[in-house]
């Protein structure tokens, strides 16, 4: 949470880093310029923070993983659901509020927002981060197998990173929109690891029904495949 509110600290009272900023956004579209082939992908990319694919991402992996959990018979199943829920419930809240309070500009080959609400943070880009994430780390303990666990460990991350660059890469976003909304995720998706890390205690200190820890015993269902908390 220090990194976002530092960036917004920077953006609010202007000067070099805003200036830096504008000089990265200026590289970004020079290389869109120069590649307009992929203009459609990072089109496409930027569409994965819209609420209306995000979200239910988020929901059928919140859904799949508590229904998993609760027919294992784990306590506290409804634990890390609760919280990728909660996560996603209060990202809207805080992005609003920030950007309404910094009202930062567009970049200058966008339309201004009819809400008359300001650019930082990126909507998109925290809203993409937040479902993505959460999900990644909603299904990571149940992922069976090293290339599905690989998968969602580096490569929601890759796709984040790739959504970020491409809501610059559009002019859709300053740099320094993009990167708060990272920094802003990071503390929320803490609260989602941190709801694993005590749901999984919570297992595992779990009696079974001989009345022994449920560690290793009938109680697990085989499906926690992983070796450690998630994220």
């Not at 027919?71 to 890390?80: H, K, M, Q, V, Y």
């Not at 299904?139 to 890759?158: F, I």
């Amino acid at each position: 949470m220090a990194g976002f509110a530092v960036l917004t600290w920077l953006v609010t009272a202007g000067g070099a880093p805003v200036r830096a900023d504008g000089r990265v956004l200026h590289r970004f579209l020079r290389a869109a310029a120069a590649h307009p082939g992929l203009d459609s992908t990072a089109h496409y990319l930027c569409k994965l923070g819209n609420i209306q694919v995000a979200v239910p991402v988020l929901l059928a992996a919140a859904v799949w993983t508590g229904w998993a959990a609760r027919a294992a018979g784990r306590p506290r199943w409804w634990l890390p659901p609760a919280a990728a829920a909660l996560a996603m419930a209060l990202l809207p809240v805080v992005v609003t509020v920030v950007k309404d309070a910094v009202h930062r500009p567009p970049p200058g080959q966008t339309v201004p927002d009819p809400s008359g609400y300001g650019y930082f943070p990126s909507g998109h880009t925290a809203t993409s981060a937040v479902a993505f994430g959460a999900a990644a780390l909603l299904l990571l303990p149940w992922a069976r197998g090293r290339a599905a666990r690989v998968l969602l460990g580096a490569g929601t991350p890759l796709l984040l990173l790739a959504v970020g660059c491409a809501l610059v890469w559009c002019d859709y976003h300053w740099p320094l929109d993009v990167l708060a909304s990272w920094c802003l995720t990071l503390t929320l998706l803490s609260g989602v690891a941190a709801a694993q890390v005590l749901a999984r205690a919570a297992h595992h200190g779990a009696p079974d029904a001989a009345g022994s820890g449920s560690s290793g015993g009938a109680a697990d269902d085989g499906l926690n495949c992983s070796s450690g908390s998630p994220g």
